[in-house]
């Protein structure tokens, strides 16, 4: 971890457009209630489980489900030491509250939690640059008693974060049988599903995101889309750790399915005979060697007997016998 031993920097936050600020400021309120009832309200237990978000996750990981392409998660620049807006910041009291701190205590904790330098036990903090959040990941406990506190900044070694620029983003919004469904797309390609939009969609649209109502005619189908994405969960139920699913390669697949290709039994390199069909052929074969040699039949009987014979056997085998085998391959993500 880098040193502590600067001057703290004030977090640039004063560009950010009051409409992005307000969402922002918003969802860091929002986070903070959920937090709340789960932890010192238990009868209200039952309205947190309603906004379909797990309560009490650590800042890191509720940006992680709440917002799509949050990328490689690589810090833009090296850590730094500033002044964190307490608006703009996501905690979480999982270890104590502010009212569990001793009144006689309070001003001396302000001091230590506040001081940039030589100070035993920083503060870290995420910082989504471009969004104006950010996210406590070392000394979350602390982000709620500050406020309690009225304290609106505190010292923090920052991590500066990237996030896809407005204009590379697309929400879309699809009518579904149980409410709407949210997708977000990135450079048209790349497309994710908002698996919690109440949070997420004021942010976004805040941030400048545009917004498709119904499925977008040049897109692939909208049920091909959503197989790819139901496949990609049952393959792996860690969502976080996998890549978003990429258009372009769902449209391939479809166009891949409707070709029709002309083909002999000569170009199934793959596909043999089964055993037992082979067998009974060449059983067939003997048999009816046997009954040639045994019958003596003149050439017009034997014309006629084998062209019989043939049509028969053939009519059988088409009919009622599967005489091909080909191998079993296991299914993976390109023979979707």
């Not at 996501?90 to 701190?101: A, D, I, L, M, T």
């Not at 977000?184 to 919690?196: F, K, N, Q, S």
């Not at 976004?204 to 909208?222: C, E, K, Q």
């Amino acid at each position: 971890m880098q040193s502590t031993d600067q001057i703290p920097e004030m977090a640039v936050d004063e560009g950010l457009s009051p409409k992005l600020r307000h969402a922002v400021a918003s969802l860091v309120r929002a986070k903070a209630h959920v937090d709340w009832l789960a932890h010192d309200a238990n009868l209200d237990l039952g309205l947190v489980t309603q906004n379909g978000l797990s309560p009490g996750e650590d800042g890191t990981s509720f940006f992680r489900e709440v917002f799509p392409f949050y990328g490689r998660w690589i810090p833009s620049e090296s850590d730094v030491v500033r002044k964190i807006p307490l608006e703009l910041t996501v905690g979480n009291s999982w270890r104590w509250r502010p009212r569990h701190v001793d009144p006689v205590e309070r001003s001396t904790l302000i001091e230590d939690f506040q001081q940039g330098e030589d100070f035993h036990d920083p503060a870290k903090v995420f910082w989504i640059v471009p969004l104006g959040l950010f996210l406590a990941h070392e000394g979350k406990n602390r982000v709620a008693f500050l406020r309690s506190e009225g304290e609106t900044y505190y010292t923090a070694l920052t991590s500066s974060y990237d996030y896809p620029a407005a204009d590379r983003l697309l929400l879309v919004r699809v009518e579904g049988s149980h409410g709407d469904e949210w997708w977000a797309v990135l450079d048209r390609d790349e497309i994710e599903p908002l698996r919690h939009p109440e949070w997420a969609l004021p942010v976004l649209d805040a941030y400048g995101v545009r917004t498709a109502n119904g499925w977008p005619a040049d897109f692939p189908s909208y049920i091909a889309t959503r197989e790819a994405v139901a496949y990609r969960s049952r393959k792996c139920t860690q969502h976080l750790n996998l890549p978003p699913i990429s258009l372009n390669d769902v449209r391939a697949k479809e166009k891949k399915k409707v070709e029709i290709v002309s083909a002999s039994f000569m170009d199934l390199q793959e596909v043999r005979l089964k055993r037992r069909v082979k067998q009974s052929l060449i059983a067939l074969v003997a048999a009816t060697m046997a009954a040639l040699l045994f019958m003596d039949p003149k050439p017009h009987e034997l014309s006629i007997l084998s062209a019989g014979l043939g049509a028969v056997v053939l009519l059988s085998i088409l009919l009622f016998v599967e005489v091909l085998v080909l191998p079993r391959h296991r299914i993976g993500p390109d023979s979707q």
